[in-house]
T-cell receptor, first 115, second 114 residues
Framework: SAVISQKPSRDICQRGTSLTIQCQVD?????MFWYRQQPGQSLTLIAT?????????ESGFVIDKFPISRPNLTFSTLTVSNMSPEDSSIYLC????????????FGSGTRLTVV | AQSVTQPDIHITVSEGASLELRCNYS??????LFWYVQSPGQGLQLLLK??????LVQGIKGFEAEFKRSQSSFNLRKPSVHWSDAAEYFC????????????FGKGTHLIIQP
């Protein structure tokens, strides 16, 4: 299995600012995934980050709002840009190391509050 | 595109009673199937998963799930619930052999009555 370190664990930000969330994996993985969980809601996939290429965004999410970097096989960042209160959510990164015991592994999440 | 339906938003069960949470998916082939649990303020915990093979899958905390291809279902069961099982339960499907992210259902909120 893979172990994911995600930071910050939580933050309170002013509207109009940006926050960058970091995700570090203890092993090399091809794909990294970013999700959003709005308050009281389920998880929604934001984008898939493949090292060496542009991230692939799901419908409703755009690169200008959620730019993603994937500089190597163990690290990725998600930036939430020009934040508004509607961006208040938990953001999680995830990897799929293979058909092992854990399948998809998730970070502990970043709880973002925009005021 | 794939989709996941969890028809029950809330379920209330008495402690010690049996539990079944429903999950239906829509996808042209057999996807990877998962059940996750999330307690308030906590992260996601994997209960069990199905990739292939035996359609009855055993998980942690006494949970099991059965994949029924004919019904496109992957229902979660537990013979006797404990108060600590109160949480949000998410069914999820994955396609693309792990190259794609998961599609989650909307979740079922489980309430345990004493």
């Amino acid at each position: 299995s893979a172990v994911i370190s995600q930071k910050p664990s939580r933050d309170i930000c002013q509207r109009g600012t940006s926050l960058t969330i970091q995700c570090q994996v203890d092993s090399q993985v091809t794909m990294m995934f970013w999700y959003r969980q709005q308050p009281g809601q389920s998880l929604t996939l934001i984008a898939t980050a493949n090292q060496g290429s542009e991230a692939t965004y799901e419908s409703g999410f755009v690169i200008d709002k959620f730019p993603i970097s994937r500089p190597n096989l163990t690290f990725s960042t998600l930036t939430v840009s020009n934040m508004s209160p509607e961006d208040s959510s938990i953001y999680l990164c995830s990897v799929f190391p293979g058909q092992g015991i854990y399948g998809y592994t998730f970070g502990s999440g970043t709880r973002l509050t925009v005021v | 595109a794939q989709s996941v339906t969890q028809p029950d938003i809330h379920i209330t069960v008495s402690e010690g009673a049996s539990l079944e949470l429903r999950c239906n998916y829509s996808y042209g082939a057999t996807p990877y199937l998962f059940w996750y649990v999330q307690s308030p303020g906590q992260g996601l915990q994997l209960l069990l998963k199905y990739f292939s093979g035996d359609t009855l899958v055993q998980g942690i905390k006494g949970f099991e799930a059965e994949f029924k291809r004919s019904q496109s279902s992957f229902n979660l069961r537990k013979p006797s619930v404990h108060w600590s099982d109160a949480a949000e339960y998410f069914c999820a499907v994955g396609v693309g052999g792990g190259a794609d992210g998961l599609t989650f259902g909307k979740g079922t909120h489980l309430i345990i009555q004493p």
